[in-house]
């Protein structure tokens, strides 16, 4: 009978997860500006951070997150991506990027 019952239980959880009945939450993509820090290990990429004025966030190495880091070390740009949560630290998925042209200061002449 217990078993008759564990296996009722594993066929309603497998049958609400396979046919879609519970719902994520939706992510909400952000932008976000600031300065990429690249830490390689025998020339592979680890890790690639994006820094703000507010937090920093850990990209992940997809292959966007791969080309950010092998073309916008030490860059200042502008992602796109969605950002979760993991412990105390914060991901980004980036889903585009451009880097962020710096304005030339004009020196006024006496």
Do not use: P
């Not at 952000?30 to 025998?42: E, F, L, P, S």
């Not at 680890?46 to 070390?73: F, H, P, Q, R, W």
């Not at 980004?92 to 880097?99: A, G, L, M, N, Q």
């Amino acid at each position: 009978m217990k078993v008759a019952g564990i296996f009722a239980m594993v066929c309603l959880l497998m049958s609400t997860t396979a046919f879609g009945k519970t719902k994520k939450a939706k992510a909400t993509e952000i932008k976000v500006k600031g300065i990429v820090t690249v830490t390689r290990d025998a020339g592979k990429i680890t890790s690639v951070t994006l820094t703000t004025v507010d937090t920093t966030y850990n990209v992940v190495l997809d292959s966007t997150g791969k080309k950010i880091g092998k073309t916008e070390a030490n860059s200042k740009i502008e992602a796109k991506g969605v950002v979760n949560h993991k412990g105390d630290q914060k991901w980004i998925e980036v889903k585009k990027f451009s880097t962020v042209k710096e304005k030339a200061k004009h020196k006024k002449g006496k």
